[in-house]
């Protein structure tokens, strides 16, 4: 498993690019969030099946497209059948979605202009109340999904939204159309729908940690110079982070930035073991917070797409 896991890791950084561009006081950091449900992680082939209310087939066609296009390292993550088939898939997703659309007579508070001068300009504003119309697009979308083989549901799951509009005479505006409305609605249940099934390569820049606090005047001159050389050559400063490690200086910035480091070239055990070391010099900082959830989340994400490919046939 960890032969595996090491050639995902490397498949991973080799799609993103083995020499990240230079961005000042950051490090390009390129991994995975696993799927919010972990049921379909065995999941191949999927049929789109069976959406009922009157949007239903709007939110199967957006499922279709989204599903359709997912990559992981390069490859189709699912093989998506939208209508009927001769082979049995993996599993189906179906569901029932409505938006309902209500207007109501509404008062609200609006500034207003109530005296004028004689040249037409305004003089004298105040807030009073003036007729207004709120429109009202209730959205209700059910989905689960039901695996073929033995018939369970191995997932379900309600997306409500729901969003109002007020206009009130006077207003330099009108209602944006309802369809527009309800067509973001079923993009973000899609979107939604997709991050529950499959997990997201992602590359994100995070920030390294500058402070010096603590740190003797020389080894904050060495520390602050490989700060200064994340903006031309980030190995580099990483090589020099590790030799300092190595000559006894224990830091918060230090360890969070050699996780960074370990991070970004796909050593995750390493980067989790530097932000541990980091989160006990400094107890429940954000910045190491976060990268303890994101390395975690990383390495299940990884461990979960081995599984898959080893259970290939």
């Known amino acids: 498993m960890k ?84 082979v049995a898939p993996d599993a189906s997703l179906s569901g029932n979605v409505t938006a309902d659309v209500s207007q109501r007579d509404t008062v609200a508070k609006r500034r207003r202009c109530v005296e004028r001068d004689a040249k037409d300009k305004c003089v004298t504003y105040k807030d009073i109340d003036v007729d207004c119309r709120t429109r009202v697009i209730d959205f209700r979308a059910q989905v689960r999904a039901t695996r073929f083989a033995d018939g369970r549901t191995i997932y379900t799951e309600s997306l409500p939204n729901r969003k ?32 529950d099934l499959a997990p997201r390569q992602y590359r994100q820049d995070i920030r390294i940690l500058e402070s010096r606090k603590g740190m003797s005047k020389a080894e904050g001159n060495r520390f602050k110079a490989a700060v200064q050389m994340t903006k031309s050559d980030a190995a580099e400063a990483c090589r020099m982070w590790d030799e300092a490690a190595a000559n006894s200086l224990v830091h918060l910035s230090l360890q969070f930035n050699r996780g960074l480091c370990a991070e970004q070239r796909g050593d995750l055990e390493e980067a989790l073991a530097l932000y541990q070391e980091a989160g006990r010099l400094s107890p429940g900082k954000l910045e190491v917070t976060q990268a303890l959830q994101r390395t975690g989340d990383h390495l299940r994400a990884l461990k979960e797409w081995e599984e898959r490919q080893s259970a290939r046939p």
């Open 164 to 195: 109002d509009q007020t206009v009130c005479f006077g207003d330099d505006q009108d209602f944006v159309s309802s369809e527009s409305v309800i067509r973001s609605m079923i993009a973000e249940a899609a979107d939604a729908i997709r991050a």
């Open 3 to 86: 032969r595996l896991l090491t050639a995902a890791i490397t498949a991973l950084i080799a799609l993103a690019g083995l020499a990240p561009a230079a961005r000042a006081e950051v490090l390009a950091i390129d991994g995975l969030t696993p799927a919010g449900s972990p049921e379909f992680a065995d999941i191949r082939s999927l049929a789109i099946d069976g959406f009922g209310g009157r949007d239903g087939r709007a939110l199967a066609f957006e499922l279709e497209d989204r599903l359709s296009a997912i990559r992981i390292l390069g490859q189709p993550y699912f093989d998506v059948i939208g209508g009927r088939s001769a």
